[in-house]
Each structure stands twice: as structure tokens, then as C-alpha cells.
């Protein structure tokens, strides 16, 4: 885990709209691991409008840090928008897959439990089901407590992706966005 | 940005040329009159389109690209920050892949952690061998972008003559910083045609350049402050290296004349008032000189300018001003305010913008601060600098106050780093901006002697002189060679105490005098010969202290290169020192310096104006 961990810590939900250049990845993903901080989850990928894309990570670190991090972000010339979601009021989503073990006899409690998540089964084997369950991370965690008891054998996740219910310069108290330079 | 748009069209746009010369071109049309570099395989065409550029320039030679090789590519970059520091114009570097690339990156990270703005252009393995390990790549974007403002790989060649013209734009602009370009040598080669014109938009970085650039305080702003300043009794403004690369000297000074406010300059800052004026409290911070950082223990209102409460600077952050009421703080980069110290008040703009503004709005404002001052004044009769003054053995601290006597703030000095930086920034005066080069954030030992070089390439008729240690001479001595090269009269010192006497300072209080790798008392590098062999008309030591004076008179006036080795004391140190993370509380003055004692610094906490 990253050096600069401590109890006070929570997970930050980070926004960055920036350019599709060459190198804003690493260069952005530097400015956490040049601090020792690790970054949780990741995930890139295009935005309305097609020459941006938007990166949305979760990061372990303390509310001032990621703000300080975020300003420092802000300067990146191919930055476009910076924003902390973590308190602002937003949906947020991930998908999973997960393969979970279902044997003979198991196979009809498992897709009962799975039904109350609305986990669909998107292959099966007679030894496996491969269920894809899209939720915030609570619903995810809340799944994933269900089904370990039979068994997982592999999953991966998207990783967390967040879009804020009113435009965020609407928004009064809450979020805490660094800059908005988007038009 | 726009300014680019609006110039008329250039009179090569249009024509067919290679990738190198457009990159030429592009280097002229931004004013650069000199590029610092060393070449090499992948940069081979750009250096032939400099060699030809000013073979077709030799009727007109204000308008070709001089060209100074140094011995290694580090010295080009530092020569390439000299220049900038020294001029406040973009410093320019040209280096080859690989070993170039790499041994560019001191510099550069140098240069990012001081705010100067420079350009590097590497050169890189052709675009196909890229990833390869090809002979002499070197991953350039990933070293380089942690270390810089910005960096660009040219993919595409139509790309490269905007890349260059954006470089320039980004390292000049807001908190000036380095920019490096890295173009594969298949793209040098490219032939295409020019265009004269164009520059990347960047949206986000083009708004956010252009709200800093409108940012202006309003009334209300300067009410507030004002109403701050009306509130305290013991202002002091704390300068910082923003005001010198904001240009913002001449305002700084206008201010705290106006309201009779005293300053004290960080390392960086040191310039941006004349050291010689009476509001002048000189340097704070670690090494700072007493009087400052009692005037920074014993002030209520604490305007920074241009700073960032650096490690060095603040030292412990919780204790660093403790009966300040109230910090006021402008700076061009956001990310500065609040990030190590909380403020009252703060602006995010140009300083000098900001000076203007509450200057304008301050017409009115009277508030008498003469107590306060007398008690700053007190400070510095109390507490001035001092030294072992009978010692029999040469002190450096001496020798540079002789020099002073000689340069009367004067000239543009450059420094290594260790002792004899702290000490050419206590005993010397300063009295314009840009005058002291000097690795200030980085720290970086071997800058002093390339620096010098670049700045008096920048200004040939000024007297440049570099206060050097041994231990930082020997850093990056082949420049010295091209001192002598190109005849750059620079000047220098070697405070030559065997060995990193800084190191040797903290072994002695804090690692029980173990002095590990510090002495170099058994080292035979004779410097005097080393200049001489690199063809300096002047290269003496000195170790009578009686001949001191006279010495240095020479040496100064020298026409030509000169070096001067000084055999200093070993055991003189630094003082007054607040020791890494401590307060200015622990500040420890020496046997020569009067501080003061514990309570005498409690005592204070009294009542805004009783004490006074």
C-alpha cells in the first residue's frame, strides 16, 4: 500500500476532463505516485465531447492532499476540468464479472440470491456462472459477501465511474470543484 | 496565445524545408539569439540546420543563432537557466538522445523546482526504433515528465513547427517552468512545408492562462486587505522569487515604500528590493540573517509575494510567524495558496498586477508604523551578521565582504551550493532583480560555474562573477574550458575549504563530527593549474589574508576570464542556522552574532503594540 497511508484517510472520488493527448495518463498517474499514493481504481475513457476524455479515479488520501494533488493536476496543459466528487451529489457506478463456483444442487439458491442484485448470468458451465452485476461500490461489496460463501474463482472490475446529477457550477456547498475551464 | 494569430504572415510560410530547419526558423522568430548544446547522432540535422542558418545569415550577424558548446550537456542547461535567470528571456538548450537526454535532466528538474523558463530540444531515435532499445534512446517523456512543466514527444512531423512555437508559449507563461521537445531524428529529417504560424490550444491551460492574466483584485479585495493592514501593527512583506520572474520588483518597491513596510526576500527573492535600503530586512529562513527572522518572529501581518513557505524558508510551518494575526498571500500558481500555510487573505494573479491594483486603492490609506520600525531597526543594529574577525586564517565571509566593497550590489553573481552560497547571499548586496543566480529549491552543487557562463553570454558587458565552493567547482569543471572558448569574461571564486563545508556543518551538529565523505583535505586537484591549462589569463590562489583586498581588485578588474582560488578557513560556519524542521525560536546565532535568548523571544507575545 502507499507509503503516505493513515487511518484518516477515506477514498476520494477524482473527475479530470482533459485532452486526448499522448502521455496525460502517465503524467497525471504520476503526480499520485510521485506522493506515494496509490491509486485505487482507474478509468479512462471518451467523453461527450470526442476530443476529451474523462479519467475517473479513486484514490486513498486525505481530502486537503487530493485537493492540493488535483491543483497540481490542474496545471497539465491538456487538463480541461477538475473536480472532487466525493462529496458531491452524483450516481455512481461500476460493473463487474465475476465467475462464481456452482455445482449441482447450488445452482438455483445461487440465482436466487443473485436475482436480489439484479446480477445477470452472462455464461455458464457446469461447474460456473459468470454473473455481470453494475452498482455502486456498496452494492457491488453487498454481492460479492453473498456469493464468496460458494466459491470465486476469478473476477474483474471496471472500476468506479461517477457523473455529477446537475452541472457542477449549479451545485452550491457541495463537491469540490478545483477548476472548471470546460465550455 | 493570440498574438500569434494576429502577426502577418512570414515571409518563408509556405516554402519546402526540413523539419530541422523549420525548428530553426521557428527559434528565430521567437527572438532566440543564442542556444546552449552539445551534439551528437540523433541530433546531427538540427545542428547542420544551425550551422547553415547562419552561414546564410554572415551578411547580417545580429540575426544568427549564436551557438556556445559546453563539456557536458548539464553545463548547457545550466548555462541555457543562467541565460534565462539573468535576462528573464527563454533559455534555449540543444541536446542528442540518450546520455544528452539524460544528462539534461538535472537542469531541467533545476529549473522546474526555481520556475525558469527554458526550452530543451533532444534529439531521438527515428520514430520506427522508438521502444526499442535502439543505440542511445532514452525514455525522454516518462524521465522528463516528471521533472518539467511540459513535454512533447513530436509524433507527427506536421506537428513539430507548433510544438516549438507552443513550447516557448507554455515555458513563458504563468509560473514560467522548463519545456522540453523530444523529436525522433526521422522527423528532423522530414520534409514538408513551413508555415510561419499556428500554436497547440490547449482549452483548459488557454482559459486558465488567460482568467490568471485578467485576474485583477477588486476594490472589495483591497478593502480587505487595507482593512488587515489597518488592523496590525508589525507588517512585514515576504518576497519571493515570483516578484523577480513577475517582474514585479519596481512595484514591490513603490509598496513598501508607500506604507513604510519593511521586507525580508527568501533566497530567490533576494534583488527584489535593494538590499541596500533601509526597509531591506534581507534574507530569511534557515540561514537567513538574524534580524530578518526575528522581524519574521516578532511581525503581526505577514504579506508573501511571490513565495511558497518552502522547507528552508519556514522551517517548523506550525511555529513559522508565530504572532502573525493575520498572512496575506499572492501568487501566479493557486496550488501555492494554502498548500503549506493557511491565509487571511489571498490573490491568485500576477504580482505586479496585484501591487498596482492595491496601490491604486491604498492612495488613501495612512498608518503609522514608525515604532515598528524603529523596533526592526533596533534588530539590525542588534543583530548583524558577523564573524570571526581576528581569526589568522582567511574567512569567507571576509572575502566576500571585500568583493562587496568592490561590486557595491552590482553585479549579476552566481553561486554553487552549500556555505558559499549562504554566505554570498548574507554578504552581499543586491541591488537589482536577477542579479543572484543560484540554485535555490534544488540545491543542485556545479551550477554556479555553466550559470555564469550563460549569464554573461546574455549581458557580455556586465561583471558576472561566480562565488564557488570546491566541492561545486569540481562538479561541472570542464566548463571552465569554455569560459575561455568563447572569452566570456565571468569571474571565479573558489572558496576553496576542502571539502562540502555545508555537510561538514551538519556532521559537526548533528552526526557527532563523523565526516563522512565530506573532507577532502587530502584531495591534489590544484585549481590554479586547471585554469591556467584551460587558458585563464588570471588564475591565482590566495592564502595570505594580508593580500586580500588587493587580490581581489585585480582579479575583478581583470580584462578577460579570471579565477581566483581563495584558501578559506575549513571550520567557519554558516551562521545563523535554524536547523531542519525546527523553529525560528531554536534559531542558533554562532560566537560572533548576538540573538537572543528564549525569553526574550516569548516575551513578545504581549499585546499587539506594548513592547514597541
Known amino acids: 500500500m502507499a507509503n503516505g497511508s493513515s487511518n484518516n484517510q477515506s477514498t476520494r472520488t477524482l473527475s479530470i476532463l482533459v485532452e486526448n493527448r499522448f502521455g496525460v495518463l502517465s503524467r497525471i498517474a504520476g503526480l499520485f505516485s510521485a506522493r506515494g499514493y496509490n491509486i485505487e481504481s482507474l478509468t479512462v475513457a471518451g467523453s461527450a465531447d470526442p476530443e476529451l476524455s474523462r479519467i475517473t479515479m479513486v484514490v486513498r488520501c486525505e481530502a486537503l492532499l487530493a485537493q492540493q494533488i488535483l491543483k497540481q493536476v490542474d496545471k497539465i496543459p491538456e487538463a480541461v476540468e477538475v473536480l472532487d466528487l466525493t462529496e458531491a451529489n452524483c450516481v455512481e457506478r461500476e460493473l463487474i464479472l465475476v465467475r462464481v463456483r456452482a455445482p449441482e444442487g447450488k445452482r438455483t439458491t445461487l440465482l436466487t440470491e443473485a436475482e436480489i442484485f439484479r446480477a445477470r448470468v452472462v455464461t455458464a458451465t457446469p461447474e460456473n456462472y459468470v454473473f455481470e452485476v453494475t452498482g455502486d461500490s456498496g452494492k457491488v461489496e453487498a454481492f460479492l459477501d453473498v456469493v464468496r460463501p460458494y466459491g470465486i474463482d476469478e473476477m474483474v472490475r471496471t472500476g468506479k465511474v461517477a457523473l455529477h446529477r446537475n452541472l457542477m457550477t449549479k451545485m452550491s456547498g457541495v463537491g469540490q470543484p478545483v477548476s472548471s475551464t470546460a465550455r | 496565445m493570440n498574438a500569434q494569430l494576429e502577426s502577418k504572415r512570414h515571409p518563408l510560410a509556405g516554402k519546402r524545408m526540413t523539419g530541422a530547419e523549420m525548428m530553426i526558423q521557428v527559434l528565430a522568430q521567437e527572438g532566440v539569439d543564442t542556444v546552449f548544446g552539445y551534439t551528437g547522432g540523433a541530433i546531427l540535422p538540427t545542428y547542420d540546420a544551425i550551422f547553415r542558418y547562419n552561414v546564410e545569415h554572415e551578411a547580417r550577424r545580429s540575426e544568427q543563432i549564436q551557438l556556445i558548446v559546453p563539456a557536458n550537456e548539464q553545463g548547457a542547461g545550466f548555462m541555457a537557466a543562467g541565460y534565462a535567470r539573468a535576462s528573464g528571456k527563454v533559455g534555449v538548450f540543444i541536446v542528442t538522445s540518450g546520455p544528452g537526454a539524460t544528462n539534461s535532466v538535472t537542469p531541467i528538474r533545476d529549473s522546474m523546482a526555481d520556475s525558469v523558463p527554458v526550452v530543451l530540444i533532444s534529439g531521438q531515435v527515428a520514430r520506427g526504433a522508438i521502444g526499442t532499445d535502439a543505440f542511445q534512446e532514452a525514455p525522454v517523456f516518462n524521465l522528463m515528465s516528471s521533472c518539467a512543466k511540459h513535454v512533447f514527444l513530436v509524433e507527427e512531423p506536421e506537428d513539430l513547427e507548433i510544438t516549438v512555437r507552443t513550447a516557448f508559449e507554455i515555458a513563458k507563461s504563468g509560473r514560467p517552468g522548463p519545456v522540453v521537445i523530444d523529436v525522433p531524428k526521422d522527423v528532423q529529417n522530414w520534409e514538408g512545408k513551413f508555415k510561419g504560424e499556428g500554436i497547440y490550444r490547449f482549452r483548459g491551460y488557454e482559459n486558465r492562462m488567460k482568467s490568471l492574466a485578467q485576474a485583477r483584485l477588486s476594490s472589495q479585495e483591497c478593502a480587505d486587505f487595507y482593512e488587515l493592514l489597518q488592523k496590525c501593527e508589525r507588517p512585514l512583506i515576504c518576497a519571493g522569487g515570483g516578484v523577480i520572474s513577475g517582474d514585479a520588483a519596481g512595484q514591490l518597491r513603490e509598496f513598501a515604500r508607500t506604507h513604510r513596510i519593511p521586507v525580508v526576500t527568501t533566497l530567490m527573492g533576494i534583488g527584489s528590493v535593494d538590499t541596500t535600503e533601509d526597509l531591506s530586512l534581507h534574507m530569511l529562513g534557515m540561514h537567513g540573517m538574524a534580524y530578518a527572522n526575528y522581524a519574521v518572529m516578532d511581525c503581526d501581518f505577514l504579506i508573501t509575494i511571490g513565495a511558497r513557505f518552502d522547507d528552508r524558508v519556514a522551517g517548523k510551518v506550525q511555529e513559522f510567524a508565530p504572532r502573525a494575526r493575520y498572512f496575506a498571500h499572492i501568487d501566479i500558481d493557486a496550488a501555492e495558496i494554502g498548500k503549506v500555510k493557511s491565509v487571511t487573505w489571498s490573490h491568485v494573479g500576477s504580482a505586479k498586477e496585484a501591487l498596482i491594483s492595491l496601490m491604486q486603492e491604498g492612495k488613501g490609506f495612512q498608518k503609522d508604523f514608525s515604532k515598528w520600525l524603529a523596533h526592526v531597526d533596533k534588530l539590525k543594529k542588534e543583530h548583524v551578521r558577523n564573524y570571526d574577525r581576528e581569526s589568522n586564517k ?7 565582504e571585500c568583493m562587496n566593497e568592490i561590486t557595491k550590489g552590482e553585479a549579476i553573481v552566481c553561486t554553487g551550493v552549500g556555505q558559499h552560497q549562504m554566505w554570498a547571499a548574507q554578504y552581499l548586496d543586491f541591488k537589482h532583480p536577477r542579479s543572484l543566480l543560484t540554485s535555490g529549491s534544488m540545491g543542485t552543487m556545479g551550477f554556479g560555474l555553466p550559470a555564469a557562463i550563460g549569464a554573461q553570454v546574455a549581458f557580455p558587458d556586465r561583471l558576472v562573477i561566480d562565488v564557488d565552493g570546491d566541492g561545486s567547482m569540481r562538479m561541472n569543471l570542464g566548463e571552465l574550458e569554455t569560459a575561455t572558448t568563447y572569452n566570456l569574461p565571468i569571474k571565479v571564486l573558489v572558496l576553496n575549504n576542502r571539502g562540502d563545508g555545508m555537510v561538514r556543518q551538519w556532521q559537526k551538529l548533528y552526526f557527532g563530527k563523523r565526516f563522512s565523505g565530506s573532507d577532502k583535505s587530502l584531495r591534489q586537484k590544484d585549481f590554479v593549474k586547471t585554469a591556467e591549462a584551460d587558458g585563464f589569463g ?27 582560488e581563495v584558501m578559506a578557513d575549513p571550520e567557519a560556519c554558516v551562521y545563523p542556522m535554524v536547523g ?19 525569553e526574550q523571544n516569548i516575551d513578545r507575545e504581549s499585546g499587539p503594540s506594548d513592547s514597541f
Open chain 2, 538 to 564: 588570471f588564475a591565482e590562489r590566495l592564502s595570505d589574508k594580508a593580500n586580500l583586498k588587493e587580490t581581489l581588485k585585480r582579479f575583478a578588474g581583470f580584462d578577460g576570464p579570471a579565477f581566483l
Open chain 2, 394 to 400: 582567511i574567512q569567507p565571509q571576509d572575502v566576500l
Open chain 2, 580 to 598: 531542519p524542521g525546527m523553529g525560528y525560536n531554536e534559531m542558533i546565532t554562532g560566537d560572533f552574532i548576538a540573538g537572543r535568548t528564549p
